[in-house]
Nanobody, 123 residues
Framework: QVHLVESGGGLVQAGGSLRLSCAASGRTFSSYSMAWFRQAPGKEREIVAAISWGGSRTSYADSVKGRFTISRDNGKTQVYLQMSSLKPEDTAVYYC????????????????WGQGTQVTVSS
């Protein structure tokens, strides 16, 4: 069982940066692949980035490649999303998610979810 809590969201101007954090409880965090999803108003939840349990492999949505970076610190049981060159279309609630084993890109692949943190990018 993993309990996830996101933080770091807020209001930022276009072109700015934010770093989201996801704190995980549970002794087996290092065996979980992690991902960040987001959901904009009126839209379906979509994957933003994913990282393997060991951190050696990552995957990004085309819309954020080159701007966002996912990372993790298994010692601190944290996963991060560094967001740069933010655009108004990045405005959404961002969710941290986890699953045992290898990562996936589908929402249904993940068993554990945080409550979400709001990111608003003004133009």
């Amino acid at each position: 069982q993993v309990h996830l809590v996101e933080s770091g969201g807020g209001l930022v101007q276009a072109g700015g940066s934010l770093r989201l954090s996801c704190a995980a409880s549970g002794r087996t965090f290092s065996s979980y692949s992690m991902a960040w999803f987001r959901q904009a108003p009126g839209k379906e939840r979509e994957i933003v980035a994913a990282i393997s349990w060991g951190g050696s492999r990552t995957s990004y949505a085309d819309s954020v490649k080159g701007r966002f970076t996912i990372s993790r610190d298994n010692g601190k049981t944290q996963v991060y999303l560094q967001m740069s060159s933010l655009k108004p279309e990045d405005t959404a609630v961002y969710y941290c998610a986890g699953r045992r084993g290898d990562y996936g890109i589908r929402e249904s692949a993940y068993d554990y979810w945080g409550q979400g943190t709001q990111v608003t990018v003004s133009s």
